[in-house]
């Protein structure tokens, strides 16, 4: 059984930084892509940046250049490195694992930028 488990949310100033982490319980970590997503209150869930086993990414157009997705096999997370936060970043972000036909979601943590 898989579990995603979030932290590092909060809420931070324009132009500051945050960290998220996602805890993943299970076997397949190494072997699954794992991607962060956001929805923000009135808009679809997106997309925010995704890692795959090899360690290739792939991010949003919103966020390029601003966050960096890294993840550590050995400890089963994945972390989102958040810089020149803007307020239209506020959101709940997901962590989710995909392994073939099958995704797992974390319960989300609130990302507010605001000053």
């Known amino acids: 059984q898989v579990q995603l488990v979030e932290s590092g949310g909060g809420l931070v100033q324009p132009g500051g930084s945050l960290r998220l982490s996602c805890a993943a319980s299970?076997?397949?970590?190494?072997?699954?892509?794992m991607g962060w997503y956001r929805q923000a209150p009135g808009k679809q869930r997106e997309l925010v940046a995704r890692i795959t086993s090899s360690g290739s990414t792939a991010y949003g157009d919103s966020v390029k250049g601003r966050f960096t997705i890294s993840r550590d096999n050995a400890k089963n997370t994945v972390d989102l490195q958040m810089n020149s936060l803007k307020p239209e970043d506020t959101a709940v972000y997901y962590c989710n694992q995909k392994f073939r036909a099958f995704d797992w979601w974390g319960q989300g943590t609130q990302v507010t930028v605001s000053s």
């Open positions: 299970g076997s397949i970590f190494s072997i699954a892509v």
